[in-house]
T-cell receptor, first 113, second 119 residues
C-alpha cells in the first residue's frame, strides 16, 4: 500500500525565515510526486511535478526537490501570503486510465509578518 | 473561464436523506474526479471518470454513486446519508495526458469544495 507522510503537521515562521517541509513516501514504482497548495476554504492548487530522484523545480520562493525516499519543499524568505496548507501526493504502480494519487495529510504553514 | 464549479458550497443533511453534489468544468478536460477531505486523513478518491461515458471506483466508493452526464458534468450522489459521510468534498478535472505513461500529468484542477454535514 502506498503511503505518504508529511512533516511537520504545522509550521510557524517569521517573515523572511527560510525553512523546509518534508514529504516521505513508500510506494512501489514511483511515477510522479506532486505538490499542491491549499488555502482555507478552497481546493488545492497545483504547484510542481517531480518525476525522478535528483530533479528540482522552482517557483518564486518555493523549490521542490526529490530523492528516492522523500521530497522537500524549500521556502526561501517566506512572506505572509505563503501561508497555506501544502499537500504532497504520489502516483505509483502500473499505468491506469485514471488518476490514483495518494495524498499526504499536509503541512499547515503560517508566516507571521 | 470559471474552471471547476461545485454546488452547493454548504449542505446539512439528516441521516438517511439523499442528495446530489454537482460539478461542472469548462476546460474541456477528459478526466474528472470526486475526492473527500477529512482531518487527519488527507484527500481520498471516491470515484473518477477517465472520459465521458466511463466511471470507476476509487479508494472509498461505498455509499456513493456517480454520473458522468457529459464531458462537462460529473455528479456525486449520496443515496442514504450517514454521519460518516460528513466531510468536505472536492471535484477535480484533468486534461488529457499526451506525454505518455512515464510522465503522468497529475495537474488536477480542483473546485472550491462542498462542506457536508450529516446529523
Amino acid at each position: 500500500e502506498d503511503q505518504v507522510t508529511q512533516s511537520p503537521e504545522a509550521l510557524r515562521l517569521q517573515e523572511g525565515e527560510s525553512s523546509s517541509l518534508n514529504c516521505s513516501y513508500t510506494v512501489s514504482g514511483l511515477r510522479g510526486l506532486f505538490w499542491y497548495r491549499q488555502d482555507p476554504g478552497k481546493g488545492p492548487e497545483f504547484l510542481f511535478t517531480l518525476y525522478s530522484a535528483g530533479e528540482e523545480k522552482e517557483k518564486e520562493r518555493l523549490k521542490a526537490t526529490l530523492t528516492k525516499k522523500e521530497s522537500f519543499l524549500h521556502i526561501t524568505a517566506p512572506k505572509p501570503e505563503d501561508s497555506a496548507t501544502y499537500l504532497c501526493a504520489v502516483q505509483a504502480g502500473m499505468e491506469t486510465s485514471g488518476s490514483r494519487l495518494t495524498f499526504g495529510e499536509g503541512t499547515q504553514l503560517t508566516v507571521n509578518p | 473561464n470559471a474552471g471547476v464549479t461545485q454546488t452547493p458550497k454548504f449542505q446539512v443533511l439528516k441521516t438517511g436523506q439523499s442528495m446530489t453534489l454537482q460539478c461542472a468544468q469548462d476546460m474541456n478536460h477528459n478526466s474528472m474526479y470526486w475526492y473527500r477531505q477529512d482531518p487527519g486523513m488527507g484527500l481520498r478518491l471516491i470515484y473518477y471518470s477517465a472520459s465521458e461515458g466511463t466511471t470507476d471506483k476509487g479508494e472509498v466508493p461505498n455509499g456513493y454513486n456517480v454520473s458522468r452526464l457529459n464531458k462537462r458534468e460529473f455528479s456525486l450522489r449520496l443515496e442514504s446519508a450517514a454521519p460518516s459521510q460528513t466531510s468536505v468534498y472536492f471535484c477535480a478535472s484533468r486534461p488529457r495526458d499526451d506525454r505518455g505513461p512515464r510522465k503522468p500529468n497529475e495537474k488536477l484542477f480542483f473546485g472550491s469544495g462542498t462542506q457536508l454535514s450529516v446529523l
